[in-house]
């Protein structure tokens, strides 16, 4: 099963639409606080819909609490709009965690150099990031496209 990381996730429509999609495929959601919302918020349960009893999910109090979860020898990858190797030149395998930023910055520089990054390219001129929930999805099935969609991922 992959796992999603949202670091310091701040719009709870976006986490509440993760979660679904998640929940969707079978890929575990990890949160790293703080929250840029209540865990408990309307906002989020809704756009969750009724997806939560699916999903395998962790809350982490903070960075570090992550990281000393984090099993050893675990593939994490960053997904950034800063660095130049694209999410599809990677060979995903089960179990990666694919970790996304806050939606107003991005993962922070002490964060993303500490795994390998890739990127999801944005060939128009009209847009600094796509929407994180749509990053997301976008990383998350090509990894899962990788590995055959199969239920081991």
């Not at 997806?51 to 099993?71: E, I, M, N, R, T």
């Not at 910055?105 to 929930?133: C, D, H, K, W, Y």
């Amino acid at each position: 099963m992959f796992k999603v990381v949202l670091y310091q996730p701040e719009i709870p429509q976006n986490a509440g639409n993760i979660a679904r999609t998640c929940a969707a495929t079978g890929a575990a959601l990890h949160l790293v606080r703080p929250l840029g919302f209540q865990w408990n918020s309307p906002k989020l349960r809704r756009a969750g819909l009724d997806y939560w009893p699916a999903l395998d999910y962790v809350l982490h109090d903070s960075w570090q609490a992550f990281l000393g979860a984090l099993p050893q020898g675990s593939r994490v990858w960053a997904f950034s709009s800063k660095v130049p190797r694209l999410y599809t030149e990677v060979q995903y395998r089960p179990g990666d965690y694919l970790l996304f930023g806050p939606e107003s910055r991005g993962l922070p520089p002490e964060v993303l150099g500490r795994f390998p990054s890739v990127t999801i390219p944005m060939p128009g001129q009209g847009g600094r990031s796509l929407n994180l929930a749509v990053a997301v999805g976008v990383g998350l099935y090509e990894a899962l496209r990788q590995v055959g969609f199969g239920a081991e991922a």
